[in-house]
């Protein structure tokens, strides 16, 4: 899966609001700058995924792009939003996962925890443990 997220945004003032088509809760303004703006949506964007990763919720499929803004997630947050769906798709919890790769739960809550700066190598035996083959692919921009 790619996780790629549009956005759209709306002026208001010195102010831009930022929402997710796809992840209605993602809500967020930012000053103009374009800088800030992605910031802030990355941001948002996180903090939402989080929650639902957290409550064991879906995550949604990012729409098509349509020349709007994205929030484009690095390969180490993109293999652990893998990881939480696939821990969906299976019915794993973390204590679950945690005996089959011979770690503590904190460790899975840590694979999943997109502020944490978990080894990709770990969240990537994570996902084989689940049938799951991580592939990265680099692409000229």
Known sequence: MKFTYPF???EDG???CISFPDVPEALTSSRRSEENMYYQAHDCLVTALRSRIIDREELPKPSPVLN???????A???AKLALAQAMLDEGVSNVALA???????AVVRRLLDLDHQSHIGRVEK???ELGRKLEIRVKAA
């Open 8 to 10: 759209e945004t709306e």
């Open 14 to 16: 010195e102010f831009v």
């Open 68 to 74: 709007r803004p994205v929030v484009v997630f690095d």
């Open 76 to 78: 180490l947050e993109s």
């Open 99 to 105: 005996k089959r790769l011979g770690v503590t739960e």
């Open 126 to 128: 994570a996902l084989a």
